[in-house]
């Protein structure tokens, strides 16, 4: 699927951004509103080399209204060996999720890599503090597989019921998991009343928070300025925002 990527697609060229088109091989729904999109990964791996990373996003196109869309996604499983990744969508009225919808083996489509990074923490976290939703699962799993002998608390905002069946990659008594429905404020007031009490050290403390905007940007300054974590152990990321 061929996309003009417009003066977004001019700019991320000016800061070297790398362009690769990946091709189907497969999909399938893991819930009525989650879809997995199987993919070779049209050389992407390889090139990444030693800067494959947990958490690796890259910028989609996807063509909508007669002008391109960027979207980011994160690499699900990526086998360098064999070329080949999933992405994960969770759905809802959008160019992207169109497109999931209808994908089908031999489906292209085109993708930017440039802005995705990820620092370990130093020192090693000794418990993982993780905020997101259906939109940052596939982040969320890949940090967990990253540290499988680190407990975590996830605080994991649903949408729909069917977010209880989501492919969450947690061990009974080495992950908690919290879960909030959507509705406003309720994410950031739990994480407010519950995360202090396991933070300890703000120097051996670790967030990672990924979610809508509006809320990361909130959680990010309540965690920066009330509880004092230091910049280097908050890694924080708005994944969507309200009504795109």
């Excluded at 050389?43 to 002008?67: D, I, N, Y």
Aim: proline share 7%.
């Amino acid at each position: 699927m061929a996309v003009g990527k417009g003066w977004e697609g001019v700019v991320l060229k000016l800061m070297r951004g790398k362009d690769f088109t990946f091709t189907v091989t497969g999909a399938e729904d893991l819930t009525e509103n989650y879809r997995r999109v199987s993919f070779t990964d049209g050389g992407l791996l390889a090139a990444a080399g030693e800067s494959l990373h947990p958490t690796m996003w890259v910028r989609v196109w996807f063509q909508g209204a007669g002008k391109p869309h960027q979207r980011a996604y994160t690499l699900v499983d990526p086998d360098p060996q064999a070329g080949t990744f999933s992405f994960e969508f969770a759905l809802h009225d959008g160019v992207a999720s169109a497109w999931a919808r209808g994908a089908e083996p031999g489906d292209t489509v085109e993708a930017t890599v440039q802005g995705t990074g990820f620092t370990a923490p130093a020192p090693a976290p000794e418990r993982l503090l993780v905020i997101g939703d259906s939109a940052s699962l596939p982040a969320i799993n890949s940090l967990l597989d990253t540290y499988p002998e680190t407990p975590a608390t996830i605080w994991f905002e649903t949408q729909h019921d069917s977010d209880e069946r989501l492919p969450m990659r947690v061990e009974p008594g080495r992950h908690d998991i919290r879960r909030v429905r959507r509705n406003g404020t309720d994410l950031a007031d739990r994480v407010r009343a519950e995360l202090p009490g396991l933070a300890g050290d703000p120097e051996a403390a670790y967030v990672w928070l990924a979610c809508d905007t509006v809320t990361t940007r909130a959680l990010t300054a309540y965690l920066r300025k009330e509880l004092a974590l230091p910049k280097h152990r908050v890694n924080a990321l708005g994944y969507w925002r309200p009504g795109a």
